[in-house]
């Protein structure tokens, strides 16, 4: 059975920094396109960032570029998202998700996505 288990979310002043951490089992996602999504209180889920392959090609979201960044630790079949710069808006409950398959057409796309985590909550504070 797969799961994906999110953590490190958390309260944080604006300008503080998380790293949040996905840890997947149940098998390897070393070469599956993996994601953020945030959701906050009646939003609709957003694209934070994405990572493809074995970590070469990473994407973004506009209202993250240049603050947050996306890794992975294929021995641990781990993902991470480091948060930096953190700003009242980003306050979400954070979700990791994985693709099944190594392709993906469009990794903007949460249906693009098979497995999801249970979201881990980020609060950011003014």
């Known amino acids: 059975q797969v799961q994906l288990v999110e953590s490190g979310g958390g309260l944080v002043q604006a300008g503080g920094s998380l790293r949040l951490s996905c840890a997947a089992s149940?098998?390897?996602?070393?070469?599956?396109?993996m994601g953020w999504f945030r959701q906050a209180p009646g939003k609709e889920r957003e694209f934070v960032a994405a990572?493809?392959?074995?970590?070469?090609?990473?994407y973004y979201g506009d209202s993250v570029k240049g603050r947050f960044t996306i890794s992975r630790d294929n021995a641990k079949n781990t993902v991470y998202l480091q948060m930096n710069s953190l700003k009242p808006e980003d306050t979400a409950v954070y979700y990791c998700?994985?693709?099944?398959?190594?392709?993906?057409?469009?990794?903007?796309?949460?249906?693009?996505?098979?497995?999801w985590g249970q979201g881990t909550q980020v609060t950011v504070s003014s």
């Open positions: 998700a994985a693709k099944q398959s190594y392709f993906i057409r469009n990794y903007l796309r949460s249906t693009e996505y098979d497995y």
């Open positions: 990572i493809v392959y074995s970590g070469g090609d990473t």
């Open positions: 149940g098998r390897t996602f070393s070469n599956n396109p």
